[in-house]
């Protein structure tokens, strides 16, 4: 028995497919179509640097004061004694002209020495426990015309050891200089990006991300020849000549490829 179909109910069934229809393809519509996502953008991506060299005009020298003793209060009475009269010399106006925030002390020990050169081993004995007491002074100063002057000053007073000589930059300089190397780390990469461009018979549009590397160091300048485990103070005078120190900054570019 056949059941016979009514018009009405048909034609609400065909609406219903219709809408559907409609509803899905409206939901199939991507929805960022009418505008173009930042994925999807054309990009040409490249890092410039830019160094520039400069004078220093900051000096870090490290000076200490050795004493060995197999009576260790004695080797600290000794290295005392000498530490005070490198640091009056130091400061004396008329000598090193140094101020109170230009010197500090930055380390202090006491230890065994463990393997004795002949020298102490003709002094002390061959079983004797001889201890060394090491006192260091760091000095910060822009005076860096006098730094061979100050060097044989405090080695005149009783220093024995450079441990460290650097040579770098003022912080205010330093901003300076960076600004100008990041100038020139831009105008680099622009300069690349057309070049690459202009081979592929493209045109460059503007820029749509910048990245400033961020790991950067001040610049130091070590002078090796400057350097000495033992110095004597009858020596010549020291000749120190600060060189020069780079700044280098970069940053990467991503320019519209037109």
Not at 32 to 57: F, Q, W, Y
Not at 96 to 125: C, F, H, Q
Not at 198 to 203: E, F, I, L, N
């Amino acid at each position: 028995m056949k059941t016979a179909l009514n018009p009405n109910h048909m034609q609400t069934n065909a609406l219903i497919i219709g809408f559907a229809v409609i509803l899905l393809i409206t939901v199939m519509i991507p929805a960022g179509a009418a505008e173009t996502k930042d994925g999807d953008i054309p990009l040409i991506h490249v890092t410039g640097s830019g160094t520039i060299k400069a004078v220093p005009d900051r000096v870090q020298i490290e000076l200490t004061v050795v004493t060995k003793n197999p009576d260790v209060k004695a080797a600290q009475k000794e290295n005392a004694r000498k530490m005070d009269t490198v640091m009056s010399a130091l400061r004396d106006p008329s000598k090193g002209n140094l101020t109170g925030r230009e010197i500090g002390t930055t380390s202090y020990s006491i230890s065994e020495v463990y393997y004795p050169d002949d020298a102490l081993k003709a002094k002390y004995g061959d079983n004797v426990t001889i201890y060394q007491v090491s006192n260091t002074i760091s000095i910060e100063t822009e005076k860096i015309d006098r730094v061979g002057d100050i060097i044989d000053l405090a080695v005149a007073a009783g220093a024995n050891s450079v441990s460290s000589l650097q040579f770098t930059l003022s912080q205010q300089k330093t901003a300076e200089l960076r600004k100008e190397a990041l100038e020139i780390a831009v105008k680099k990469a622009e300069a690349d990006a057309r070049t690459v461009m202009a081979a592929m018979g493209k045109s460059l549009g503007e820029v749509y991300e910048v990245t400033v590397d961020e790991s950067y160091q001040p610049p130091v300048y070590y002078n090796q020849d400057a350097r000495s485990v033992q110095m004597a103070a009858a020596g010549p005078k020291t000749p120190i000549e600060p060189g020069s120190v780079e700044i280098t900054a970069r940053v990467t570019a991503g320019y519209r490829i037109l």
